[in-house]
């Protein structure tokens, strides 16, 4: 079978960030996004109440070197304002398509 | 802790190709599967313009065999023809339940 | 990049067991978890019927050995009662936040 490795980057933010998040991460080399809608409660400040709050996961399918991109601007850009969380996962994708 | 090696795949496609995908998903010898409604975009056709389309995501945990199955499935009956993505990773399960 | 290797672990349950498996979750020393409302079908006997039935995905971000303390938990008093799967996996996340 044809496939290749890729890294699957998840972020989850508040609907807010929606727009600007998908924008950096299609500039960065992503090739595609996919948004759920969640709920979220955590220690980043997201939602502190006994209730959790709305939130949106995005996920990307990219290249190591994009993911890296991805990851250093969260940690930079994104972690000291916003509750974001955000991390790395390596998968095998099927072919056919450039990512 | 009693836990087994399977794969988790995941499949995203259009909300039109749920019955059909679950199906062949169920024939290759997977015992259920999980669905959620998304919004995509990408470079598969999904959708080009600047608001991301509902999709779903299919997943389901299935041995290394019924995962190479499904992929093969997907990158020569689906791909070529529908806006799908598909990839594989390894995950830990807990036991108890046939798979 | 300052990252740290953290488990993901994913529980799949019936949405009545919201409030227990999240409780007993933050109890176990998780300090967050994202819900998503999925559909279900399979052999742990969610739903029998050709129609897949509402679900919760429960995803939480942990160490190693707290994904090991829940899915010990999962194995032991959660699933021969109730309808859940749970799986865990390893991912890199980016720092600046306890886990």
Redesign the interface.
């Known amino acids: 079978?044809?496939?290749h490795d890729?890294i699957?980057v998840?972020i989850?933010a508040e609907p807010v960030l929606e727009d600007r998040l998908?924008r950096e991460i299609m500039d960065r080399g992503a090739?595609?996004?996919?948004?759920?809608?969640?709920?979220?409660?955590?220690?980043?400040g997201?939602r502190t109440g006994d209730i959790?709050g709305q939130?949106i996961?995005i996920e990307t399918?990219v290249t190591v070197d994009v993911a890296?991109a991805l990851?250093?601007r969260?940690?930079e850009a994104w972690?000291?304002h916003y509750a974001v969380?955000?991390?790395?996962?390596?998968?095998?994708?099927?072919?056919?398509?450039?990512f």
């Open positions: 079978m044809d496939t890729l699957l998840t989850i998908t090739t595609g996004y996919t948004i759920t809608e969640v709920r979220g409660r955590g220690t980043r997201i959790p939130s996961r399918l890296d990851l250093d969260a940690a972690f000291p969380v955000a991390w790395a996962s390596p998968v095998r994708v099927i072919r056919g398509d450039k």
